[in-house]
DNA sequence: GCTCAGTCAGTGATAAAGTCACACAAGCTC
DNA sequence: GAGCTTGTGTGACTTTATCACTGACTGAGC
């Protein structure tokens, strides 16, 4: 496998000797796909800097629904965890490992002391929750306004581009918080006009769904 | 009206040197009652600290339709425009005073300095934003997985203890997040169960509801 | 190969919520 | 009072959610 180049560049403004500090005393951990990074409820180990990777992150509601919040990409930072790290209650969301995840896992003390001395530290982290609460805003009102059918077909034109796609009808609907009736109905619809070849678990894209 | 108690917690931490300092430069900013504090993709004179009062916050999809997202208090802080702020882009919503506001803008420089040289500072806010983030992500369950009813009867009971409430239908569902009709079906269905009174602007609460 | 259990998808019936169109009522200005 | 604005009520219809059930596909064990 060879050494991975671990970084992030939330350490790129730190002053070299701070870097090599803490560089030297983390170690990164390995998630492989289907992991739990946290759950909800739990208390809050560190702060999970995702070097590589994907995570997402979603919530069950009180009827047992769940719904994906986002996702954190190599160079992210799991924002939600800074709340949970301070005032030590549980969020109720959790973050499952969708594609293996080398993740460094700051801890506490190690964060305050780098928001103490690091302005670009700090900087990196207001970006990063600034970024969250913009999403959290649009995922508000895309599930509040936004029709399940357009919803569903931007989702898949976003990852439509190999032609094709492994998932269930379940997942879909976690995706977008709906239920799974409700996807297989759309998605037969798309099949019926021609956009799309389904199979068990997977989603095929025709030529006439990019039009 | 006499000379009102200008304060803010997030200052309590602060060395009393810079304390003073920065609130003679400060001067309060007063807004009234339907005034808006910013709109949609404006961009951000400063970071909003609210002294009193109450600000609502809304968004407007892309339909046209509003949301509030959420409300700031006494004591509060506009944690939205901290990203605005940093990045220079405007969020997509807009905060309207419901009850006269008495605000600290800070400017963008005494912000970042602040943020320099005070841990307790950070720490206000760092919690503000944490707050924010757990608000909107329970915001989303809510809007995804609860039924209207249930939601309209809650937000309701919380602020029944008058035992009358002056809101227009369209208020309400925008509250929500809906469209009025649904509101005045829902209303009047409470009505026909004995449980409120309604009039033009006006919603009373029986003994019934509260059962 | 065959059986069986578990997972996944399809579908009808019904209820809840959103949309559209319009009627009408209350309060305001002139 | 006439004419206007704002707020509410309601029918018709569409979309989405929920419940109940069916059957199809897959992999493990025999």
Redesign the pocket.
Known sequence: MGVPRVRHSIFDTLPESLRSEILGVFQTMHFEHGKILFCAGEPCSGLPLVLSGVVRVQMTGL?G?NIVLYRMGADEICTLSIGCLMTGEGFRAEAVVEEDTEVFMMPRDVFDRLMDQSAGFRRGIMDSYGRRLNDLMLLVEEV????????LFCWLEARAEQGFLM??????ATE???????I?????EL?RKGKLR?????IEFTRQFFD
């Open positions: 009827s629904n509040a306004f936004r029709r399940m059918d357009e919803r998932i269930t009808h379940q997942e879909l977008l918080g709906t239920a799974r009736e409700v297989s109905r759309l998605l037969k099949e389904l199979a068990r678990r997977r």
